[in-house]
């Protein structure tokens, strides 16, 4: 249980950190620009502060037990979820150039997102 939430977490954390520092190289994968001040802001409120945020709250998590590390677990799993459904519709209503990095992000989601499910369900 407690590894599948740190894993995750570690997950986030990368993702926000680079998110943070370097906004272009998010942008960059999908094929476009950040170049104005509030494209690098966006990026960097979320991908990185939303990204770091939860990288903490499921590492807190894990070091707790019971209700807070299920509840964690479920809420962080679901929000994967939405962010898988929303790449699904998007990719159905346009379809992505290749695998990646679309499909791979949608699978990355959807298998992290089953593990945090799993995880709350006990």
């Known amino acids: 249980m407690r590894a599948v939430m ?3 977490g570690f997950g986030f ?3 926000g950190v680079a998110a943070l520092v370097r906004p272009m190289l998010i942008a960059a994968q999908f094929g476009t620009d950040a170049d104005s001040s509030d494209a690098r802001t966006e990026i960097r409120a979320v991908y990185g502060g939303f990204g770091v945020a939860m990288a903490v709250l ?4 894990a ?3 019971g209700n807070t590390q299920d509840g964690v677990a479920l809420t962080v799993g679901i929000a994967l979820g ?3 459904l929303g790449r699904l519709i998007g990719m159905t209503i346009e379809r992505p150039r290749g695998w990646y990095p679309t499909a791979t ?3 990355i989601e959807v298998v992290a997102a089953a593990a ?3 995880v709350a369900a006990g």
């Open 6 to 8: 740190i894993v995750v």
């Open 13 to 15: 954390a990368c993702m």
């Open 58 to 61: 499921l590492i807190v998590a």
């Open 63 to 65: 070091q707790q037990s």
């Open 82 to 84: 939405g962010m898988a």
């Open 105 to 107: 992000y949608l699978i």
């Open 116 to 118: 945090l499910v799993a």
